[in-house]
């Protein structure tokens, strides 16, 4: 219901874990309860079954995006540092540790990397990077904007 999201909450610096299609309801319920974690739904049954949830209203990303920020915000201190793949943690990596995963080109361009401690997934401060944080501050900006209303 909300995988994009989970994305660009993690994007964000706030570790997001997704409810696979396999998880009922019940098991979601208690999943958060158990581990105290907030439940994002666009179920409203379900977000009021869970002790602590919100409720998003709008099927649109940025919408659902520009709602999370007016409630939470950005965590500046783990912006880009959660892999939006698995939900790990990115720890900087040496280019060494790295040149046998990556393509020649983005290994002369850059000499920054980090790496998902989860999945080993690779990162870099490429054309990618400065798209999301760009969108980010746009959406920070605007949901400052509708606060001000």
């Not at 439940?39 to 009021?48: M, V």
Request: proline residues 2%; glycine residues 6%.
């Amino acid at each position: 219901m909300l995988g994009r999201m989970a994305r660009w909450i993690r994007f964000m610096g706030y570790h997001a874990t997704y409810a696979d299609n396999s998880m009922t309801d019940d098991d979601i319920v208690k999943y958060c309860k158990e581990r105290g974690l907030i439940l994002l739904t666009r179920d409203i049954s379900l977000a009021e079954r869970a002790e602590k949830s919100v409720l998003i209203e709008s099927p649109h990303i940025r919408d659902q995006l520009m709602q999370f920020l007016r409630i939470y915000g950005v965590n500046r201190e783990k912006l880009m540092k959660i892999c939006p793949v698995c939900d790990g943690s990115l720890e900087e990596v040496d280019k060494d540790l790295v040149q046998g995963d990556l393509p020649r080109g983005v290994l002369l361009e850059n000499e920054e990397f980090w790496k998902c401690n989860r999945c080993g997934k690779v990162y870099w401060h490429g054309t990618h990077y400065r798209r999301i944080t760009d969108e980010i501050e746009i959406l920070v900006g605007a949901a400052n904007e509708d606060e001000k209303r």
